[in-house]
């Protein structure tokens, strides 16, 4: 269960990261709250899952998905470059993800 409070903790950090693109200086309020309630989900479940999860294992992985999903976005919605490089440091920071999940045992 700590695993997929951790996941859904680093979705919402992609929503908080999108939101803010739109912000516009925290002046665009819909966005805005968008942000915060983001934010605020996203680091109350990595509290959450951190309470099982090793924190430094739980943080990474967070970020890594967080980082991931950010990438994504751009290159799906704002027109970030897609390249084969990138793709394949996308899966790479995929592996280290896996990685760090099957050793936290």
Same mark, same amino acid.
Do not use: H
């Given at each position: 269960?700590?695993?997929?409070?951790?996941?859904?903790?680093?979705?919402?950090?992609?929503?908080?990261?999108?939101?803010?693109?739109?912000?516009?200086?925290?002046?665009? $309020?819909?966005?805005? =709250?968008? /942000?915060?309630?983001?934010? @605020?989900?996203?680091?109350? %479940? &990595?509290?959450?899952?951190?309470?099982?999860?090793?924190?430094?294992?739980?943080?990474?992985?967070?970020?890594?998905?967080?980082?991931?999903?950010?990438? $994504?976005?751009?290159? =799906?919605? /704002?027109?970030?470059?897609? @390249?084969?490089?990138?793709? %394949? &440091?996308?899966?790479?920071?995929?592996?280290?993800?896996?990685?760090?999940?099957?050793?936290?045992?």
């Amino acid at each position: 269960m700590a695993w997929l409070l951790l996941v859904l903790g680093g979705c919402f950090e992609v929503g908080f990261t999108t939101c803010l693109r739109y912000a516009d200086g925290f002046r665009n $309020i819909p966005w805005t =709250l968008g /942000f915060l309630v983001s934010a @605020t989900l996203s680091m109350v %479940l &990595l509290e959450m899952a951190a309470r099982s999860i090793p924190m430094g294992t739980a943080y990474a992985v967070w970020t890594g998905i967080g980082a991931l999903g950010a990438v $994504i976005v751009g290159m =799906l919605w /704002f027109g970030e470059p897609f @390249t084969v490089l990138r793709s %394949l &440091l996308i899966l790479g920071v995929v592996a280290c993800i896996a990685g760090l999940k099957l050793t936290s045992q």
